[in-house]
Nanobody
C-alpha cells in the first residue's frame, strides 16, 4: 500500500524560507523512480491549488506562476522523498500543503499533471503559516 507523508510545515516570518519533505512508502526504489510528484496547497476558505510538479525523470519540472522563481521542487529517489523548497514566503501563502504521487503514464510521457484528479496517492498535508 502506497503511503504519502509530508513533513516540515510550521510557522515562518514573511520573507522567510521553509523546506517541505514528502516521503512515499510502500514502493521499491525502482518503482518510486517512475513516479511523478505534485505539490498543492489549500488556504482557508479556498480551493486546493496546484503549486509544482516534478516528473519521474527528475528534470522536467513545472511551477504555478505564483511561485515561479521562489519555490524549487526536487526529489531523491534513493530516499523515496520529494522536496519543496519555498523562499520569500508571503502571508497569503498560509495554507495546508499537500504532496501527491502517481505512476508515470508511459516511459515517453512528459505531460505535466496539474490537477488533483491526476494523482491517486495523497498525503494528509502539512500546515504552513506565514506571519507578517
Amino acid at each position: 500500500q502506497v503511503q504519502v507523508e509530508e513533513y516540515g510545515g510550521g510557522l515562518v516570518q514573511a520573507g522567510g524560507s521553509l523546506r517541505l519533505s514528502c516521503t512515499v512508502s510502500g514502493l521499491t526504489f525502482a518503482t518510486f523512480s517512475t513516479y511523478d510528484m505534485g505539490w498543492f496547497r489549500q488556504a482557508p476558505g479556498k480551493e486546493r491549488e496546484f503549486v509544482a510538479t516534478i516528473k519521474w525523470t527528475g528534470d522536467n519540472i513545472y511551477y504555478a506562476d505564483a511561485v515561479k522563481g521562489r519555490f524549487t521542487v526536487s526529489k531523491d529517489d534513493s530516499k523515496r522523498t520529494g522536496y519543496l523548497q519555498m523562499a520569500s514566503l508571503i502571508p497569503d501563502e498560509t495554507a495546508v500543503y499537500y504532496c501527491a504521487a502517481r505512476p508515470r503514464k508511459t516511459y515517453f510521457d512528459r505531460t505535466y499533471f496539474l490537477t488533483e484528479g491526476d494523482y491517486n496517492n495523497w498525503g494528509q498535508g502539512t500546515q504552513v503559516t506565514v506571519h507578517s
